[in-house]
Nanobody
Framework: QVHVVESGGGLVQPGGTLNLSCSVS????????MGWYRQTPGKQREMVAT???????KYSDSVKGRFTISMDYRANTVYMHMNSLKPDDTGTYYC????????????????WGQGTLVTVSS
């Protein structure tokens, strides 16, 4: 079974920093991309940052310049450094791993973790 596990969430003050990590295991298909999404109850899930196996990155405009995504392909792990956090960054952050049966970057089926809660508040 494929397992996707996030960690690093917590309570931080505005302007603070936080580091999230996520690892995928139990997979036999190729890891083609990983990413982070966040969700607040009653709202649609929002893409925060993604990275492909060939190091193409995308960021939400709201976090560009503050968050940095990176991936250790051999360790099957994605990281996100979150800087200058704002109350609007509050939400449950979900990690996704895209697995495909062909070695093509950003191709395949998405698997999701259980989420880690980030709360930015004074």
């Amino acid at each position: 079974q494929v397992h996707v596990v996030e960690s690093g969430g917590g309570l931080v003050q505005p302007g603070g920093t936080l580091n999230l990590s996520c690892s995928v295991s139990g997979h036999t298909l190729s890891l083609t991309a990983m990413g982070w999404y966040r969700q607040t109850p009653g709202k649609q899930r929002e893409m925060v940052a993604t990275i492909t196996a060939n190091d193409r990155t995308k960021y939400s405009d709201s976090v560009k310049g503050r968050f940095t995504i990176s991936m250790d392909y051999r360790a099957n792990t994605v990281y996100m450094h979150m800087n200058s956090l704002k109350p609007d960054d509050t939400g449950t952050y979900y990690c996704t791993a895209r697995l495909g049966n062909l070695p093509i970057a950003n191709y395949g089926t998405d698997y999701w973790g259980q989420g880690t809660l980030v709360t930015v508040s004074s």
